[in-house]
């Protein structure tokens, strides 16, 4: 039988802050975004609301994308309930429709999106540390190559994160790709270790408790046997369009994926039910428990009472839009829920009752429209240099009391050498790196989409004795005549070398005399420098000298080097590797943005390889192919020796019909005539094999190469 959930009476949008926008958050956790960014009335009444409920889900799949949009959503926005997707990959080993990236790199990107997409839905995102490793046939290969380790984190993430409700987004699947069977096999095992005090004692000893989830739920898709229907299609009384259209406006995020086609497939928008693992009932209420509910683990329900009922107040005040009354109320909350959790009898309530001021917290905020903005004046930050940062606050008149001047939270080591108020009320603040400064990361890292901020700005308030914080990533701008960048500083490497090209395929019997290498050699110091730069090769091989440059400040320069080969060289994998000294540290890495995510800095051995092969290859070989985007053979095949055909050049109307090209070699001969298109960019793409094309006039169907016509003129 299917059931569908009773929506609250007070139906509100629940959603977090994004990290600019000032959530105070616990260190390993997350703030997210709402549709609408800003501390207007609908995000002020979405952060009360949400300290009114106690309800934690965490959701598991195992790929980005893989996640049901229009559920997260409403759980986390229709419902108010603190929800959290667990991504097991990081989607690395899946198609990329934007560009060249593969492997980590993609899996960078995709993380990316997938971080976006949850910050429209409103949870929070955890990953695993298992590969994506392509498509598997069985569970059992995948379990075999996941190994031990996703256990051990999931059975993390759920004692960190401490869910109540567990949601198995492939329970049940036997058949298809072998990562989504392993996800439904791995979901209820860690949910049972996670409460088994003798399993992974290490995570214990680290200071995380044992965590028994109260409820194992499954989704049935297309409207199976029994479950819950969600009310994924009511339309949200604060954002004026319903849950599953707000997810899918998260879930066109996953660029990569080439979803932006797919956004109107009944796939997507098929109802979606809840039901138990083992189909016993459960109840719906349990989705979204309010405070209350803390009265059953041994709070008193009379100072609950008060805190629900100082909410309603600043609930109601800011329906008035009466801020300062709102701004009161909250502080109120806050107070009493502090005042409780001094008097908490153990840590596990303690724990739950930090998180309802933290929300409460995270409410005052908005409420009060505080808001901490600090930009440095650029990303990267080179150990041993300075920088300066300028932070200054905002918030709604008469709400708040004192208001401490903005600071910055610095990694160990740094410090503050100045500080300057200026009369807009900004506070403009210098800062010195030490010079064994090094990148900081904690080993759970891995758990969240990217690395915790380098720094943090922060401001405290107080509200009739009721203090609290208020923190936001510090950050860099990019502007150009276009569009602006935000960006996060880094420490970077002083000095980073990119090689072009990145790799030499060369053939056994006839190997190139030289081998042509261009260094971009990137310095990203403040004060002048002189820089050395080398590039190392493998025994018989000899490059050119060392090479000096000299730099002023911050920027680039080009290098050129030649590489003697051998008059012999064996079949094999070879590597070039650049090098760079300063100050006598030597430096070997890149440090490039990526090409479908260009606010991202990739960092990898500045290396160029090189392969050679024993290929005959007959002379004056000529070998037609019609290029993809982002297509490396063509280069491959030059490097091979072989030459490659003028481009094509379309100028005849589309609607005339035109032959098929297939095979062209030599003789550029054409195939016969086959179905006829009526869009030459259509065309190309569907033969396997033809020149190296360079369209210059795609609405046109008829097509000359080197000299010769194909197709009625």
Known sequence: MRRVLDRPRRLLVFLWRAAVLLAVVPAAAQTLAPPATGQSLPDVLEAIQRARVTTRILYVTAHPDDESSSVLTYLARGLGA?????????????????????????????????????????????????????????????????????????????????????????????????????????????????????????????????????????ETRGGGAGGDSLPVDDVSPLWGKSYREIGLEGFRNHRSQGIAAFLGSPFLRRPVLLRTSNGSRFDPADLARPLMALAAAGLSELPLEKIDRALEQARAAALRLDWAQAVQALAAAGRLASELEGQAQNSGLRWELARVREHIDAALATAAALRIEARADRRELVAGGTFTARAEMRRRPETLGEVNKPSLILPEGWSVTREEADPAGSVRITVAIPKDAKPQHSPDDWMLPFPPPLMMAHVRAMVQGYGFEAIAPVIAQRVTSTHLDTLAPMLAPAVTLALEPRQFVIIEQRPPKTLELLARVRHYGTASAKVTVGVDAPDGWRASPPQGLEFNGAGDQLVRFSVTLPAKVSAGKYSLEAWATLDGEKFRTSLEPLPSLPTYLWSEPSVTRVEAFPVAVPEGLRVGYVAAENDPIPAALVQLGAQRSSSWACRSNCSTRSRWLSAISADLMPSPSASAPTNCAKTWPALTSGCWITPRQAAHSWCSISGKTFGPP
């Open 82 to 218: 603190d929800v959290a997707l667990l991504s097991i990959t990081r989607g690395e080993g899946g198609q990329n429709a934007l560009g060249p990236e593969q492997g980590p790199p993609l899996g960078i990107l995709r993380t990316e999106e997938l971080l976006a997409a949850t910050r429209t839905y409103g949870v929070r995102l955890y990953y695993t540390r298992a590969p994506d490793f392509g498509y598997s046939k069985t569970s059992q290969e995948t379990l075999k190559v996941w190994g031990d380790t996703v256990l051990d984190d999931m059975v993390r993430v759920i004692r960190t994160f401490r869910p109540q409700i567990l949601i198995n987004a492939w329970g049940n699947v036997d058949v298809g790709h072998g990562h989504h069977q392993a996800a439904g096999i791995l979901t209820p095992k860690a949910s049972e270790l996670a409460a088994d005090p003798k399993a992974f004692p290490r995570q214990l000893d680290e200071g995380l408790k044992p965590w028994r989830t109260a409820l194992l739920l499954q």
